[in-house]
């Protein structure tokens, strides 16, 4: 599925980004080779980074 189409950014790169440490929508469109455009991805970003964040938080526990 992609989540940027702008980019052609697919949520697995996404995912890609988030677990080599990007925090937020910034560092994933760094991490491919990006930039915002018409920013309408970056709340999908937003909460696939909450998601992660969750998941950590629920595994430490």
Known sequence: ???CNCNG???REVR???A???SR???IFKACDSRP????CVCDMR???ESEREMLRYAAE
Request: hydrophobic content about 55%; some cysteine.
């Open 1 to 3: 599925m992609y989540v």
């Open 9 to 11: 950014i697919r949520e």
């Open 16 to 18: 890609a980004a988030i």
């Open 20 to 22: 080599a440490g990007a």
């Open 25 to 27: 929508p910034a560092e």
């Open 37 to 40: 455009q018409c920013a309408r």
């Open 47 to 49: 909460e696939m980074l």
